[in-house]
């Protein structure tokens, strides 16, 4: 079958969990091998690591960790043993992180949120500020969730600066989504995004060898993880996780790194980023009536359609609401005709406006022109 085809993703399904390796010692061995060279391609020589259910989990997996290696005692003592902790994201991060910050215990109203410049990045001078806010509240500071990535506006933020910040304070950094991150101690990384390995396909990645996901997860159950097996007992990988039952998520990954290499990995990601910013960006500027909200970073297109009755009319008192009431409109005509989907959002004091993220392998220019073709038909008489 072909690595490519989406049936690869419901194939894995059907393959046995791998709490154990007498379970499934192929895929075990193919976890830690693909994990391995993740680990590699950030920079990193050694470390750790486990497939989780999606980059939601694998953020949530970031906190508990860093919670863990700060504060060992909070696993069998609880939130008796902590004191109130504080952690940092921008005000563009995913919300898994507030998710996260709810679903472990920690709590929402101690996730501060760091102020961004105008593209979506972090301030590293305001995450500075923060944490000397936490600190005189009484807080104490144990973790900074970066992202390469924003949801929206597609922001990479300052990774090196922000990594000062937090070795100067002792914070644990973790990066959301990043390519190349040598700095950070922790990183969640979705090939099911970019690279368009079939859903779900999350790595949580560890620099740390020491075996802190172990000490962190590990329950010890004497049922499946005894100690005097007659193998080595490090390759029972499964009581890293969260999890007992696991799907083997590794092997779509695998089977498409198999087939592509990982100079065709590069070219296919390449390829969705030049369409992003090259054609439909250009397209977006040439085309009378769409603007973009801002110039795109990565594969993330911000931009608004502005109809015939509305154009020239940018000084009116009415045109900012009149504008915020279009993306929702056409949404709703492409779907009632079903002819397709994208999303949109206002963002700060910026009104309604689409967002299209390109990162299919398969879209070609002429996908991308009827989108805006149709957006066009959809609006024009608004």
């Not at 979506?120 to 500071?141: D, T, Y």
């Not at 799907?247 to 590069?266: I, Q, S």
């Amino acid at each position: 079958m072909d690595p490519t085809d989406p049936r690869a993703a419901g194939w894995a399904r059907t393959v046995p969990s791998r709490y154990t390796y007498e379970i499934a010692p192929v895929f075990v061995l193919m976890e830690e091998a693909v994990l391995a060279k993740l680990r590699e391609l950030l920079g990193w020589s050694a470390g750790d690591g486990i497939f989780a259910p999606g980059g939601s989990v694998s953020n949530m997996y970031a906190m508990n960790v860093a919670r863990f290696h700060r504060f060992p005692r909070s696993k069998r003592e609880g939130s008796w043993a902590l004191p109130r902790l504080a952690l940092f994201t921008s005000r563009e991060s995913h919300y898994s992180i507030q998710k996260g910050a709810a679903f472990l215990g920690i709590g929402t109203d101690n996730v501060y949120l760091v102020g961004t410049d105008e593209r979506g990045k972090m301030l590293p001078e305001q995450l500075e500020k923060e944490i000397e806010r936490a600190r005189a509240e009484g807080s104490e500071p144990f973790f900074v969730n970066a992202t390469c990535g924003t949801t929206v506006l597609g922001a990479f933020d300052p990774l090196r600066r922000v990594a000062d910040v937090c070795q100067r304070h002792g914070l644990w950094l973790h990066v959301d989504a990043a390519w190349g991150v040598p700095t950070a101690d922790s990183v969640a990384w979705n090939p099911h995004k970019m690279l368009s390995v079939g859903l779900q396909c999350s790595a949580f990645l560890l620099r740390d060898s020491s075996g802190l996901l172990q000490r962190c997860h590990g329950a010890g159950a004497t049922y499946l993880f005894q100690p005097d097996k007659f193998y080595d007992v490090s390759y029972d990988t499964g009581d890293k996780s969260v999890q007992c039952g696991r799907r083997v998520d590794c092997l779509k990954l695998w089977l498409l790194w198999k087939a592509l290499g990982t100079e065709g990995l590069e070219l296919r990601r390449a390829r969705t980023r030049l369409l992003a910013r090259r054609y439909l960006a250009e397209e977006l500027k040439r085309r009378e009536g769409f603007q973009l909200v801002l110039e795109p970073e990565f594969v993330n297109l911000c931009f608004w359609f502005v109809p015939p009755s509305l154009r020239g009319q940018e000084g009116s008192a009415d045109y900012c609401s009149r504008l915020g009431k279009v993306a929702p409109a056409i949404k709703e005509r492409m779907m009632r005709s079903g002819s397709m989907m994208v999303g949109y959002q206002p963002h700060g004091a910026r009104v309604n406006f689409f967002r299209q993220v390109v990162t299919n392998p398969a879209v070609t220019r002429a996908d991308l022109d009827f989108f805006l073709d149709e957006i066009e038909r959809l609006g024009r008489d608004l």
